[in-house]
């Protein structure tokens, strides 16, 4: 049988995402693990039938390993990550093949589709507003038109401007999330669905602060930007000083539930705009610590389920006909993971088995 060429970019993706190595990559296929090299290289060809067996222990449908074009750009800035320093090299690195393996995904089930909504992201330069993330945050708030005071729900908003927004189990709590922007022009928000809520909403206001800012290299450090803006964002100085000019910790679980931060996120945003001294912030600091809140703070805040991923995964099942395998394979995902992380249910019992019949790629053509 004729070799076929497949996408390079595809397979050290496919591979990455579930952590296997080049050498188990070539057991698989039944080659040696240098033409493996060679093929992510774009130097080599593989056929059909080793292809197949790759795609078996990727778990990933087999025509994806043919999807032209690249699934992550070289030095792309395109890419951003909120987590602790402390995360292994090698788990990033999966976790970001799994964020362009998502990107992909999402891409596949958004084509053809038309997200409307009533506000637009934008991309503003930080010299304009005098290198300033705060002011950045006031304008960005300003052209969402968002009334002054806590955002209630900032999954909905970001998903109101065309935001894609899909949380995952990561199996490390030491990343919270990334974003990157898809080829439709929608960004796509990649959160670990065992951080806490308070936690996830920080996240998306940082990463809503890294895409807005820095789609060119700006001067100074991107996180700490990111951060700043995060905080004006989510709690804007006008109105958090004056709840928290005489804060005290009995105050904190009041605060958390109406600002919708956590109680540490309280007292950093406090110390951050002077709204009190260092030595009150120190002291809070400790009692926060004193109290085992470091590990697990008490009042949890209500989740803030994303929709818009399911939306578009209901309008192809109810109005396009497709059944839930033929729309995993469409996206390029096996059925149990679409069912897991798109559909946001255990998959059924039967779901292993595949309709004979091809469908096409999802289309509203």
């Known amino acids: 049988m004729t070799d076929v060429a497949i996408n390079p970019d595809a397979l050290k993706v496919a591979r990455e995402s579930r952590g296997n190595t080049q050498e188990d990559v070539a057991i698989a296929a039944g080659v040696t693990q240098g033409l493996i090299s060679k093929v992510e290289k774009g130097a080599g060809p593989l056929g059909p039938a080793e292809v197949a067996r790759i795609a078996d222990l990727l778990d990933y449908p087999a025509p994806m390993f043919y999807e032209p074009g690249r699934l992550r750009e070289v030095g792309s800035p395109c890419l951003y990550h909120r987590k602790r320093k402390t995360l292994p090299a090698k788990v990033l690195n999966k976790l970001d093949a799994r964020m362009y393996m998502r ?174 001294d260092r030595k009150s912030a120190v002291r809070l600091y400790k009692q926060h610590s004193a109290h085992g809140y470091n590990a697990a703070e008490p009042y949890p805040l209500s989740p803030e389920p994303p929709t818009l991923v399911k939306a578009a995964v209901d309008l192809h099942l109810r109005e396009y006909d497709y059944s839930p395998q033929q729309l995993a394979a469409a996206v390029y995902l096996n059925v149990d993971e679409f069912y897991r992380d798109f559909l946001g249910e255990p998959p059924p019992s039967h779901a292993n088995v595949i309709s004979l019949f091809d469908r096409p790629a999802p289309s509203t053509a």
Request: hydrophobic residues 40%; glycine residues 8%.
């Open 103 to 276: 990107n992909l995904n999402v891409r596949k089930l958004f084509d053809g589709l038309d997200i409307e909504g009533a506000r637009m992201f934008h991309t503003l330069d930080l010299d304009e507003y005098g290198g300033s993330p705060v002011e950045v945050a006031r304008a960005l708030r300003a052209a969402w038109r968002l009334p002054d005071g806590p955002i209630q729900d900032l999954t909905r908003l970001i998903e109101s401007a065309g935001g894609i927004v899909v949380k995952e189990d990561f199996g490390s709590r030491k990343l919270f999330g990334m974003s990157c922007w898809t080829t439709h022009g929608h960004p796509l928000f990649y959160l670990n669905s065992k951080i806490p809520t308070d936690e996830l909403r920080w996240t998306m206001a940082h990463e809503l602060g890294h895409l807005t800012m820095h789609g060119t290299p700006a001067a100074g450090d991107p996180e700490e930007q990111a951060d700043a803006f995060a905080g004006e964002f989510l709690a804007s100085q006008s109105l958090f000083r004056h709840d928290v000019r005489k804060l005290t910790f009995d105050k904190l679980p009041v605060l958390k539930s109406y600002w919708r931060l956590s109680m540490k996120g309280i007292i950093t945003r406090a110390d951050a705009i002077e709204a009190i």
